[in-house]
């Protein structure tokens, strides 16, 4: 008898069991408690506070320097958590540090690197704007002035945003307050000696560059 062989399904492999791409952490941000903006995973063995100000030329060639490696390398693959805090010194920081958090914590790192990436250009208006007489006295409306005159507005619209909704952000008393209270910490609790400042698992690291945080920091995942 003439034996029939039969074609042997192929198995689909279940999709539970296949193996799960790595997870990238760059994706997660969400909102600390103070009201900081934490990127990765909220387990890594290390965890890193950036305290920055947004007037401070040395903290945007940080962030130019150090915001690709930290996420490529530390963030991405769950080592190493990142949390911005604001160190604000002045008005204008305080403007762009309400702006940073249009949209949520969503659009945060993408408006934080902006606004340092075009300081140059919009802190030159400040400086024309800070001569003026004419400046509001309210603190609200102050603020909203000098976003719409000094090119901040302007950077924001390019990103999506209404000037409707970077009032809103402007006038947000939650942001204002979780601002001032990451300001007090920084200066006055955990004592940085200036922007930016760093600390890592809550020790103080004392210098202010890419180089002197990376040494601070375990070898990246290969």
């Known amino acids: 008898m003439k034996k029939l062989f039969l074609p042997i399904a192929v198995l689909a492999v279940?999709?539970?069991?296949?193996?799960?791409?790595?997870?990238?952490?760059?994706?997660r941000v969400v909102l600390s408690p103070i009201g900081g903006h934490a990127m990765g995973n909220p387990n890594a063995?290390?965890?890193?506070?950036?305290?920055?100000?947004?007037?401070?030329?040395?903290?945007?060639h940080f962030v130019g320097e150090a915001s690709a490696p930290l996420k490529n390398d530390y963030v991405k693959g769950g080592t190493v958590n990142v949390e911005v805090r604001n160190a604000v010194r002045d008005k204008y920081d305080l403007t762009s540090a309400l702006l940073a958090r249009c949209g949520?914590?969503?659009?945060?790192m993408g408006n934080h690197e902006a606004l340092f990436a075009n300081q140059s250009a919009w802190i030159e208006q400040v400086e024309a704007y800070d001569s003026r007489t004419d400046k509001p006295t309210d603190q609200n409306a102050a603020m909203k002035d000098i976003g719409q005159k000094t090119g901040l507005y302007a950077l924001m619209n390019k990103r999506g945003f209404t000037n409707a909704q970077l009032d809103a952000c402007i006038a947000n008393p939650m942001s204002m307050k979780?601002?001032?209270?990451?300001?007090?910490?920084?200066?006055?609790?955990?004592?940085?000696?200036?922007?930016?400042?760093?600390?890592?698992n809550g020790t103080l690291v004392k210098g202010s560059t890419w180089d002197i945080l990376k040494a601070a920091l375990p070898a990246p995942a290969r």
């Open 104 to 108: 949520g914590p969503a659009r945060f």
């Open 14 to 27: 279940p999709a539970a069991l296949a193996a799960a791409p790595a997870a990238n952490w760059v994706s």
């Open 178 to 200: 979780q601002i001032l209270a990451m300001t007090d910490e920084a200066w006055n609790k955990v004592k940085i000696g200036g922007t930016p400042g760093f600390t890592v």
């Open 45 to 60: 063995s290390t965890k890193v506070v950036e305290y920055v100000s947004y007037t401070c030329s040395h903290c945007a």
